[in-house]
């Protein structure tokens, strides 16, 4: 399994980004199961901030609950990250993690 994520880059305090990760590949193998959204920050260890289970069942972490949206379209083997309201607290590199394979990252710089 492949996992291709997209959709960070650099945004001001306030702002939203759309993050996705679609599956390729031997995708039979992950389509039931949770897929997951983890954030690194310099410095620090990787840090889980949503999952989302098939039939679209979230949990969110405490410092982006209210803020942050997990969703998935099963048709398109793709889930996202709506990430609204965005604090410089927030940089990180974004990782989806979907059955047991990573993808390749995405940076999210929240500046001014």
């Known amino acids: 399994v492949q996992l291709q994520a997209s959709g960070g880059g650099l945004v001001q305090p306030g702002g939203s980004l759309r993050l996705s990760c679609q599956a390729s590949?031997?995708?039979?193998?992950?389509?039931?199961?949770?897929a997951a959204w983890y954030r690194q920050a310099p410095g620090k260890e990787r840090e889980l901030v949503a999952r989302?289970?098939?039939?679209?069942?979230?949990t969110y972490s405490d410092s982006v609950k209210g803020r942050f949206a997990i969703s998935r379209d099963n048709a398109k083997d793709t889930v996202y990250l709506q990430m609204n309201s965005l604090k410089p607290e927030d940089t990180a590199v974004y990782y989806c993690?979907?059955?047991?394979?990573w993808g390749q990252g995405t940076q999210v710089t929240v500046s001014s």
């Open positions: 989302v289970g098939w039939g679209g069942d979230a």
């Open positions: 993690f979907w059955g047991d394979s």
């Open positions: 590949g031997s995708i039979f193998s992950i389509k039931i199961r949770s």
